[in-house]
């Protein structure tokens, strides 16, 4: 009887002695002990991390084999695994969880393991082989985990910035077509959620535009504090053990590999030990995220029905919304996007508090601010897209039941008040009130302002815009 056979395995070992790895994987014992050591958050490090700190480490291998710190062909072969890692290729090799301590150190090992035995292998060797390709010596060479992991994480945001901007960008489109689509559409407005004055539904849509506008905005405009990197900083920012030959051009290589605006910071040690920008950055995402919830609480309240509710508009069906009532149908992407929201918002409370409690030269906590920050743009970028495409550009009006609804509110005598007065005004909004008549039918009885007076005073045209209703010039004050 023979026994179970086990895979093959290889032996290598660090500071604490040895260890066993498959023979066949990538990473190597430092990203061994970090998978077996972190069972936190049950994620990875996030994909575009991975990629970022890929082209990361290419930028290292260039700038090292610019200043003659590297042989040719071992920084050819680290370029050639990097691009591959940056492609999408061996990430089932990135094993240690998002969560980790040392300040994303497990991290920075793994992608020196990964790329070192890759690069082995482009070379004829066998994963393993230090001596052909080594994951410090060669791969991080003139580098420390404190410079590049935070570099990292500010290439991974940049490139979700510009993901993130974009699908704003399109909700924001979305919603002024719809603005230009109800411009007629007369409607009540709500404040505090009684009758408020009237409003076009157009003109509810270009207020929520104007909001994803500023929002996105805020965004585009934070970039410029998020390119500066402190590559080449090494272990607090002083730059210990780096080459100035590699110091001068690292961030320039990095920046045209990336296409992104990077530049080395001026002082890269606060870089190195402070992360308020990445707290902005989180801000903005969150304001982002509580005006998401804001438009989609709102239109969940304007299509609530479809008899006992507002009704003001129809979203699109997209699934039955019940296990029980027949032809319920529910407002379930406004709800998904609410979610994402309220995510992005405690995703900003993780970051804010792993910001804070950083210490002296480095924040070890960087790790939770790359998971929640990345995680934050991806759901700002998905749950944008998905009000756009799947809610907004389907939206419908009711028409109908919206100039209803405007006309038989008693709050309308306030385009009365300029030219009768408070008081009289209040009356008649009383007196409709009370009897279940509009305001036009009690001020025509009255007396106070005539028939056609009225109608003008009453108008779509007059009461949605600025002025006394029935009482504007004819132009801007002087002509």
Not at 254 to 260: D, K, M
Request: hydrophobic share 45%.
């Amino acid at each position: 009887m023979t026994g179970r056979q086990h895979p093959p395995t290889r032996v290598e070992h660090d500071l604490l002695g040895e260890m066993e790895i498959p023979a066949d994987a990538y990473y190597g014992i430092h990203a061994a002990r970090a998978a077996s050591n972190f069972r936190i958050a049950g994620e990875g490090l996030h994909p575009e991390l991975i990629r970022a700190l890929a082209l990361v480490k290419k930028a290292c291998a260039l700038a090292n084999r610019r200043a003659g710190l590297l042989e040719g062909r071992i920084a050819d072969a680290i370029c050639r695994a990097a691009d591959e890692v940056a492609g999408g290729e061996l990430r089932d090799q990135f094993i240690t969880d998002a969560l980790q301590g040392g300040a994303g150190t497990s991290a920075n090992m793994n992608t020196n393991e990964v790329l070192a035995n890759r690069a082995i292998e482009l070379l004829g060797g066998t994963k393993g082989d230090y001596s052909l390709v080594h994951p410090l010596d060669h791969v991080n060479l003139s580098q420390s985990t404190n410079d590049v992991f935070p570099t990292a994480v500010r290439v991974a945001c940049l490139r979700l910035l510009q993901e993130a901007t974009g699908a704003m960008n399109r909700l924001q489109g979305a919603l002024q077509a719809k603005e230009t689509e109800f411009a007629g559409v007369l409607k009540i407005g709500r404040t505090e959620m009684q009758d408020a004055v009237p409003v076009t539904l157009g003109q509810e849509f270009a207020a929520w535009a104007q909001a994803v506008k500023r929002d996105w905005w805020r965004l585009y405009n934070v970039g410029e504090r998020l390119r500066q990197v402190n590559l080449g900083g090494t272990a607090v920012g002083t730059g210990l053990n780096a080459d100035l030959r590699f110091v001068y051009v690292a961030s320039d290589i990095l920046r045209e590999i990336t296409g992104l605006p990077l530049a080395r910071a001026e002082n890269m040690m606060d870089v190195t030990q402070n992360c308020d920008v990445f707290v902005e950055v989180s801000g903005l995402l969150k304001s982002a995220a509580v005006n998401l919830a804001k438009i989609s609480g709102d239109l969940r309240l304007l299509s609530s029905g479809p008899r006992a509710g507002f009704a003001e508009i129809r979203l699109p069906e997209l699934q039955a919304g019940s296990s029980i009532m027949p032809g319920k149908v529910n407002p379930v992407v406004p709800e998904a996007v609410a979610q994402a929201a309220f995510q992005i918002q405690a995703c900003d409370l993780a970051v804010t508090l792993a910001a804070q409690s950083g210490q002296l030269e480095l924040n070890a906590f960087l790790p939770c601010i790359a998971h929640n920050l990345l995680k934050s743009f991806d759901l700002l970028r998905s749950a944008s897209d998905l009000l756009a495409a799947k809610c907004v550009a389907g939206i419908e009006a009711d028409a109908e039941r919206c100039r209803r609804l405007a006309e038989s509110s008693p709050v309308l005598a306030t385009a009365l008040v300029g030219h009768i007065g408070y008081e009289k005004a209040t009356a008649i909004a009383r007196e409709a009130m009370a009897s279940g008549r509009t305001v036009r039918e009690v001020a025509l009885e009255t007396g106070l302002i005539p028939a056609e007076d009225l109608d003008k005073i009453l108008s779509a045209g007059e009461m949605t815009r600025p002025g006394v209703p029935g009482r504007r010039p004819a132009g801007p004050p002087g002509e």
